[in-house]
């Protein structure tokens, strides 16, 4: 649900589909990471507030209906915390059935607000952060491009989660390609490790038309992984993700792009998510007739 007929394409995460879709910018500040061609065809801007409070007062009227808010587009975090007080203060003063504000944050928007901006954000509303963490590799970061090392993002995703502020992360099976599968499956799962997430989801590796990473295939400089490889790569980084018994870490590998569907808790399903990557693994080793194209969008 969404009230707005600004430029660009508007993209939220599946869980937000029911949600009112508040854009408070447009595209994506960094829009530089390799493998994503997601707000490549737009420039970014932070909306003016007139065009946020008009959005708003589209929605008013459905108020009843409208329990959930996702700030778009790519990071809205990037905009000044007084800005966002003030947007958050207005949703509340609107929709008296809001349960939940949320978005997605890049790791340099997360490190430049101090613990105090991050909590006053949470008491303002903002209960939810999808934050891309992509892999937990400083090569993997530095050959996609992702602007962040991975100790800064780790950095962000614990300073999201000591603000009380849940956390959604999602990390992307195959992003090291053959070459870089075992250190992406390893570091990855010490950052989980060292986040703890409240929400951890897994998705594979699409290769996106108008993406440097699909050019990098084309001449040969990145190899993708296939389905059995993925398998393979999914289950070392599982096994290497070393929870507290008290996490109760919601795993998701349920995105369009994976082979093969999974949910669990953390660290509470482990052994089982194991047995079942395993057995997929064996299955997704007999194909014989895998493309790399399949995997071209
Ligand atoms: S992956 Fe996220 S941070 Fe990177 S360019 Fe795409 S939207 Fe921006």
Request: glycine content about 6%; proline content about 5%.
């Amino acid at each position: 649900m969404y009230f707005d007929h600004a430029e660009g394409p508007v993209f939220r995460p599946p869980s937000e589909a029911a949600s009112f879709i508040l854009r408070v910018t447009i595209g994506c500040s960094h829009n530089a990471c390799t493998f994503c061609n997601m707000y490549r065809s737009v420039a970014f801007r932070a909306r003016p507030m007139h065009e946020i409070m008009d959005q708003i007062a589209a929605a008013r009227p459905y108020a009843q209906h409208i329990r959930r808010i996702f700030l778009a587009d790519g990071n809205a975090l990037v905009l000044a915390t007084d800005k966002l007080l003030a947007i958050l203060r207005e949703l509340a003063g609107s929709f008296p059935r809001l349960q939940r504000v949320s978005c997605y944050a890049g790791p340099k928007d997360i490190l430049r607000k101090t613990p105090e901006e991050l909590a006053a954000l949470r008491e303002a509303g903002l209960k939810l952060v999808y934050f891309g963490l992509e892999s937990g590799d400083d090569l993997v970061l530095k050959n996609i491009n992702k602007g962040v090392s991975a100790a800064e993002a780790v950095a962000a995703g614990q300073r999201i989660v000591a603000a009380g502020i849940k956390l959604s992360v999602m990390v992307i099976l195959g992003l090291g390609g053959t070459a870089n599968s075992e250190r992406h499956a390893q570091n990855t799962a010490l950052a989980i490790n060292a986040i703890k997430p409240h929400m951890l989801g897994a998705l594979t590796l699409m290769l996106y038309r108008g993406s440097e990473l699909l050019a990098e295939f084309e001449r040969g400089s990145f190899v993708p992984l296939p389905p059995a490889g993925i398998m393979h790569e999914l289950y070392a980084m599982i096994h290497a993700i070393d929870l507290p018994a008290t996490n109760h870490c919601l795993f998701r590998s349920t995105h369009a792009s994976n082979h093969i569907a999974f949910a669990a808790t953390l660290p509470k399903d482990k052994e089982q998510l194991l047995a079942d990557i395993k057995t997929a693994e064996t299955k997704l080793s007999r194909i014989t007739n895998w493309d790399p194209y399949n995997n071209v969008e």
